[in-house]
């Protein structure tokens, strides 16, 4: 059982910075995507970040240059450092892990589908204006 939770959310202004963490466990697979996806209000669900077992970064347009994933294998916990944050990056933000390495996008983490996958609760970032 994959298990995610998610820390260090919170209320920043426009132009701060935030680091989000997810404490991952359970995943015995030989490969697998690992990122973040968030949720605004009112809005679909939208991948930001993946990383894979291949160590590929990808990133979705808005967070590009800006956002930066990466992960400490040791302690298996995934970062996600969050700079020059606007408010349209207010939001869920939510830790997610799918089986398989095809398809390791933002874009492609953010549905659901029927491979094997887990989400964490979510957190909440605010960016004020």
């Known amino acids: 059982q994959v298990q995610l939770v998610e820390s260090g959310g919170g209320s920043v202004q426009s132009g701060g910075s935030l680091r989000l963490s997810c404490v991952a466990s359970?995943?015995?697979?030989?490969?697998?995507?690992l990122g973040w996806v968030r949720q605004a209000p009112g809005k679909e669900r939208e991948g930001v970040a993946v990383?894979?077992?291949?160590?590929?970064?990808r990133y979705a347009a808005s967070v590009k240059c800006r956002f930066t994933i990466s992960r400490d294998n040791i302690n298996n916990t995934l970062y996600l450092q969050m700079n020059n944050l606007k408010p349209d990056d207010t939001g869920t933000y939510f830790c997610r892990w799918r089986v398989g390495l095809a398809g390791c996008t933002p874009e492609r983490l953010g549905p659901d589908n029927n491979l094997p996958n887990a989400w964490g609760p979510g957190i909440q970032v605010a960016v004020s204006s």
């Open positions: 359970g995943f015995w697979y030989s490969s697998y995507c």
């Open positions: 990383i894979g077992t291949d160590d590929d970064t």
